[in-house]
């Protein structure tokens, strides 16, 4: 080791999935909208004036959080705009769980989570799912530093009812609960309407998964004004532009359109519905999933090999190899129905075949 390397912050970064370079594959593998973004972003994206990207954006990026928060039927103050949710919740953790008890979470759920308490030095603690791979309210009644956890959950698409997501957020008025709905337009009910009632509640979306739009990096925060004004002064603390100008057009294009936004993830659950009947069919278990994935397992076929196998095909699902509970389970996003038959038509082959010999 070098003199200067024990001064050095060393952290263990979150590992995304793949972006394979190659094209003509069927991308299942990063729960991506199969979907182009709402046909006002192309057109934004048509009439953008260069001239504007020579000045500085709107740091307050208000033209977003103002069309956010229309859709919301909130203030535009209840909204904090960001890089992604990532970076939303970045923010969040850095802002909220600034305490010396530790923050809880389940130990299977988006891998995101631990890395920014490593980050950010928040001490935590994961409450291991149930058999089932569910959340029980009860593993959160200790004292805390706050709480975080996705709803519906990932990798598992498992949703809670809005009745047992304030069990947990009501167990605890004096640290932060964070409901990450990064999938709720997949079928849930989001947490948006407890905001009235429980001011230490905040919630997390983003623009990459319902709304088509994960290569721009649009993510957002809803909660009440007090707290979203403390998060800002932390994100004015470290980078007040992180909206560039062209992110803020069209992301307005993108919330405006609520037509399109229905109609696609309309059909993302009709889809998903119709998968989990092929599913069924060819054997494989899973819980019910309120998410544009389902992680499936299958009791014949290694996970491991059939992800292999599936790649030499050409379509990319995500297998996660680290914990030992989950490494046998493959998470497969929603594709277009065509996407989904090829996948089957695949699988159809691969288990049609004698693995024994
Ligand atoms: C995808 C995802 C996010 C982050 O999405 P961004 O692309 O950064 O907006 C956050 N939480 C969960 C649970 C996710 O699956």
Not at 53 to 59: G, S, W
Not at 158 to 185: G, N, R, T
Not at 219 to 242: A, P, V
Not at 286 to 299: G, L, R
Request: proline share 6%.
């Amino acid at each position: 080791m070098k003199a200067w390397e024990k001064n050095i912050r060393k952290v263990t970064p979150y590992v995304p999935g793949e972006q394979p370079k190659n094209t003509g594959i069927i991308k299942l593998n990063t729960n991506e909208n199969p979907y182009p973004p709402a046909p006002g972003v192309l057109e934004a994206l048509k009439k953008t004036d260069v001239d504007l990207l020579r000045r500085y954006p709107d740091p307050t990026a208000s033209a977003l959080t103002e069309a956010i928060a229309e859709f919301y039927g909130v203030e535009s103050d209840q909204v904090f705009v960001g890089v992604g949710s990532d970076d939303v919740l970045a923010m969040a953790f850095l802002t909220c769980f600034h305490s010396d008890k530790p923050i809880l979470f389940p130990d299977i759920t988006y891998s995101f989570y631990d890395v920014w308490a490593g980050l950010f030095r928040i001490p935590y603690e994961v409450q291991p799912l149930d058999e089932k791979f569910c959340i029980c309210a009860e593993d959160y009644q200790k004292e805390c530093g706050g709480i975080v956890f996705p709803n519906p959950n990932a990798p598992t698409g498992i949703l809670k009812s809005l009745d047992e997501v304030e069990e947990i957020i009501c167990l605890h008025p004096d640290v932060i609960v964070i409901v990450d709905e990064a999938y709720i337009d997949f079928g849930g009910a989001s947490a948006l309407p407890l905001l009235k009632k429980y001011d230490h509640l905040l919630i997390a979306q983003t623009f990459s998964k319902s709304r088509s739009m994960a290569g721009m990096r649009i993510g957002f925060l809803l909660g009440n004004q007090e707290l979203i004004r403390y998060i800002n002064d932390c994100k004015y603390s470290f980078n007040s532009y992180t909206m560039n100008q062209t992110v803020i057009t069209l992301g307005v294009e993108a919330i405006r359109d609520r037509a399109y936004f229905e109609q696609c993830r309309r059909t993302i659950i009709e889809t998903r519905e119709w998968a989990k009947g092929e599913f069924h069919g060819l054997g494989f278990e899973f819980a019910d999933s309120a998410a544009n994935f389902v992680f499936v397992t299958h009791p014949d076929y290694p996970a491991k090999e059939m992800f292999e196998a599936l790649k030499e095909a050409g379509i990319y699902v995500r297998h996660f190899s680290g914990p030992k509970r989950i490494s046998n389970y493959l998470r497969i996003t929603i594709g277009t129905r065509e996407e989904m038959e090829a996948l089957f038509a695949f699988l159809k082959q691969y288990m049609s075949k004698d693995w024994s010999m």
